[in-house]
């Protein structure tokens, strides 16, 4: 067979044959290959825990696909409270007719994935659904980590912390759309897509108490400042020329109308810190990528709301992305 048939989600032999010639084969570990209808874990002391849905659409794009990005976005859910990603839950549910070979490069991409946090599937699920039911795959994920640094909150940013980023904003969401839409701009753009728990267990290993941290995916870096903002009661100002937008994001903006700021990252974190950690804190996400930059500081005034300021010395809110910018992102 080269496409999944509904009798690959019946319970029967070709069910059994996929799970344990794919799924096993390439997820394979103890507590996964005994077959159990629940994972029993051995834990102790807090745990962060999670779970997202992934419907990207095109299913591959550059720096990515589907698979990639389930696991990347699970473990970095986990690593943005301070957490070490051990064991992931997955759910597939896949469109009749999908090709096998797509179904297996997508799930050989989740392997490579997990290996760079060395979390592990444990448990998880297929569903085959008839033509027209499903587009082609949807993936769903959920993660448990053992908490290293307690007390990261969005409602624990205190004025006087230094807002930094860890590379250049908007590229997954600018590198779907371009994907979607055929877009040919004379550009090498890529996702982002990527996992943060080396660079998280690197700042953590120097000693750095992150106040508040967040993957800016949807909604990008304006939702997460705003939240920060609102959920801490402070001032958010930020220097609109030391944010790091990439060229190709910068120019698919301007010809569409979009904000950078409110386009997705998948592998781009935004940090709250005491001003006296910042200098060491840059210095360690500066080892990851040469475009991290200290964006601004959490202050008293307007608390509640962000205050770009432009090069020029203007200023203006940087409000919450409103409506569907673009669906499917992620």
């Known amino acids: 067979m080269k496409t999944i048939e509904l009798s690959h989600g019946g319970g029967g032999v070709q069910m059994n044959r996929l799970i344990r010639d794919l799924f096993f084969h390439h ?102 659904v008839p033509r027209g039911a499903a587009d082609g795959l949807f993936i769903t994920t959920s993660g448990v980590g053992s908490v290293r640094c307690p007390g990261i909150s969005a409602g624990a940013v205190q004025a006087g912390d230094a807002i930094l980023v860890s590379r250049d904003v908007g590229r997954h969401g600018a590198c779907i759309l371009m994907a979607r839409d055929g877009l040919q ?12 728990w080396p660079l ?43 944010i790091p937008v990439s060229d190709p994001v910068r120019g698919l903006c301007e010809l569409y109308g979009f904000e950078p700021f409110d386009l997705a990252n998948e592998g781009t974190l935004i940090l709250a810190v005491s001003a006296e950690q910042a200098p060491a804190a840059e210095a360690v996400l500066l080892r990851f990528n040469a475009q991290a930059a200290c964006i601004g500081e959490a202050v008293a005034d307007h608390p509640g709301k962000v205050v770009l300021t ?13 409506g569907e910018l673009l669906p499917r992102i992620c």
């Open 27 to 128: 997820f394979g570990n103890e507590i996964l290959l005994r077959g159990e209808d629940a994972a029993v874990l051995a834990m102790a002391g807090p745990l962060a825990f999670t779970t997202d849905g992934f419907t990207v659409s095109p299913l591959r794009f550059p720096g990515g696909d589907i698979g990639k990005l389930a696991i990347a976005g699970t473990v970095n859910d986990l690593a943005m409270m301070g957490a070490r990603p051990e064991y992931l839950a997955c759910s597939f549910i896949i469109e009749e007719g999908f090709a096998l070979d797509e179904l297996a490069q997508i799930v050989r991409s989740m392997a490579d994935e997990l290996a760079v946090s060395g979390a592990r599937i444990v448990c998880g699920d297929t569903k085959v």
């Open 185 to 196: 701009l004379g550009s090498d753009l890529k996702s982002d897509c990527a996992t943060l």
């Open 200 to 242: 998280v267990e690197a700042l953590l290993a120097e000693g750095i108490v992150p106040h508040a941290l967040r993957d800016a995916t949807r909604g990008g870096l304006s939702a997460v400042l705003n939240e920060w903002a609102t959920g801490s009661q402070v001032g958010l100002a930020l220097a609109e020329a030391a």
């Open 310 to 322: 432009s090069p020029w010395g203007s200023r203006r809110y940087l409000e919450l992305p409103a």
